[in-house]
């Protein structure tokens, strides 16, 4: 499994997200977007209004590396963050057939190969008593 039960909640809750892409030039892109994870293929399908016309699916296209985040502020008294970030590979598929959306609308589609979760899964543990979960995810699939 990709993500764990608290991951996959965690991004259930949440509605928007910042994809981060290399342009072929070597800068970057960072652009906020809607999301959903897959669970029939354990990825993040992302999409967005002309999304195959724009700069992250083109960048995304070109040279498929991307970080993306998914974060809150759970609480201010305390000060409670609760975040996500993958970092990993992605696919701009101009006709999905397996969208987590239903639809054969165009997505970005990102497999992690590093997931790194903050204060997400322990809501009662103080938030200085936190420590964040980081793993490298298999490629082998």
């Not at 809750?13 to 897959?38: C, H, I, K, M, W």
């Not at 397996?98 to 990102?110: L, Q, V």
């Amino acid at each position: 499994m990709t993500f764990t039960d608290f991951e996959i909640a965690y991004l259930a809750e949440q509605r928007l997200g910042r994809l981060a892409t290399l342009r072929p030039d070597g800068t970057l892109q960072n652009s906020p977007v809607g999301f959903r994870y897959n669970p029939a293929t354990e990825t993040i399908d992302i999409v967005g209004f002309r999304l195959a016309a724009s700069h992250k699916f083109r960048n995304v296209a070109a040279t498929g590396e991307v970080a993306f985040v998914v974060d809150d502020l759970y609480s201010t008294d305390p000060w409670r963050v609760r975040c996500l970030e993958i970092r990993g590979r992605a696919e701009a598929i101009e006709q999905p057939a397996d969208s987590a959306y239903g639809t054969p609308e165009p997505i970005i589609r990102i497999r992690a190969r590093r997931i790194i979760s903050f204060g997400i899964d322990d809501p009662n543990r103080p938030p200085h008593e936190l420590v964040p979960h980081n793993r490298t995810v298999s490629t082998a699939a």
